[in-house]
């Protein structure tokens, strides 16, 4: 009988299926996932954006049960009408198609009929502030010591500013630390050297700023020159 708190798949086996599908998730920022879920499992992970499935897979591979939502918009960032048949096809081919849930509707909406429990909440949905501050929300079905991961967390004015209001005001998250801008914090009060530590990621963030900004200037051989490589934004 499989041990469900086990892996499915090793870190390594589901990276070369995750690297396949396009998406914005580092190969450390994906065994970041894969070690966080699969501390979780077999409970379950809340995915919160899964796109074509890139962080999915890793989630999945993990042995967490993952509840993926993404309304799969028809919008000009990350629409085309067959974004949801291909996040399938890409689950499928990887085996984990049976470990994913699939709820096609904002998170606001799924979050708001939701009653099942929660372990860990990946958040890599809708990039304004205000979305992002209400994605935050699902942690409330998480318990003290549980994991919320929020990608693009020092990359994205709206995610920015997010992480900001909600650590330096609120009372629910602690800041952990980055691995690139993806940022883990854990349930629980934070103390004033958690607040101070999300201060001290700023700079990290108007490095991120600045070579957006040259990328939109399309000065890539000086983004190169400054030590940012590709052509994609930072994350
Ligand atoms: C940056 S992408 C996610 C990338 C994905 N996690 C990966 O590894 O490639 C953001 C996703 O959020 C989805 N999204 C947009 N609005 C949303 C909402 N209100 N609730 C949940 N997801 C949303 C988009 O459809 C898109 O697929």
């Not at 870190?11 to 979780?40: K, M, P």
């Amino acid at each position: 009988m499989p041990d469900p708190t086990q892996p499915v798949l090793d870190f390594e086996a589901a990276w070369r299926s995750a690297r396949e599908v396009d998406g914005w998730l580092t190969e450390e920022q994906a065994r970041v996932l894969h070690q966080a879920a699969g501390a979780v499992a077999p409970g379950r992970v809340v995915e919160i954006g899964s796109h074509l499935g890139r962080s999915t897979i890793v989630l999945a591979a993990s042995g967490a049960a993952v509840a993926a939502v993404d309304p799969f918009p028809d919008d000009w960032r990350y629409g085309r009408p067959d974004t949801e048949q291909r996040f399938r096809r890409h689950l499928a081919a990887a085996g984990l198609s049976d470990r994913v849930e699939l709820h096609v509707a904002t998170s606001r909406a799924v979050r708001e009929q939701w009653d099942a429990p929660v372990r860990m909440v990946y958040v890599d949905g809708k990039h304004d502030v205000w979305s992002c501050l209400d994605d935050l929300r699902w942690s409330r079905f998480l318990r003290e010591g549980d994991t919320v991961l929020v990608h693009d967390a020092f990359s994205s004015l709206g995610v920015t500013l997010a992480v900001l209001r909600d650590t330096l005001l609120g009372r629910r998250h602690r800041y952990v630390g980055r691995t690139g801008s993806l940022a883990r914090f854990v349930v629980g009060t934070p103390s004033a050297s958690d607040r101070v530590r999300v201060l001290r990621e700023l700079p990290w963030f108007a490095r991120n700023l600045v070579f957006k900004v040259l990328l939109r200037l399309h000065a890539r051989p000086l983004a190169r020159l400054l030590g940012h490589t590709g052509s994609a934004d930072p994350y």
